[in-house]
């Protein structure tokens, strides 16, 4: 069974920092691409960042690029998303998930940016 655990999130004042972490299993993570998306209250979930199955190839939306940085590390079977000088805009629940074969989502880590 396929399961995706994020952690990480919490409350933070407009320029500081958070590392989200995803825990996956059920499937050989070396073998897939991950992404974070999130989503904020009333809006779709969008995309946030992406990773290559080998960590070598890294993707961004244009609103975080330059400040958040994902990584992995395939023998812990985590994904990660370094946040660095958030903003209130970035406030969301945050989720990950295989690229190219989705899983069930999971509960996603809640991100709140206070000003």
């Known amino acids: 069974q396929v399961q995706l655990v994020e952690s990480g999130g919490g409350l933070v004042l407009a320029g500081g920092s958070l590392r989200l972490s995803c825990a996956a299993s059920?499937?050989?993570?070396?073998?897939?691409?991950m992404g974070w998306y999130r989503q904020a209250p009333v809006k779709e979930r969008e995309f946030v960042a992406a990773i290559s199955g080998g960590g070598g190839s890294t993707y961004y939306a244009d609103s975080v690029k330059g400040r958040f940085t994902i990584s992995r590390n395939n023998l812990k079977n985590t994904v990660y998303l370094q946040m660095n000088s958030l903003k209130p805009e970035d406030t969301a629940i945050y989720y990950c998930?295989?690229?190219?074969?989705?899983?069930?989502w999971g509960q996603g880590t809640q991100v709140t940016v206070s000003s």
């Open positions: 998930n295989f690229r190219n074969r989705p899983a069930t």
């Open positions: 059920g499937r050989t993570f070396s073998n897939y691409d």
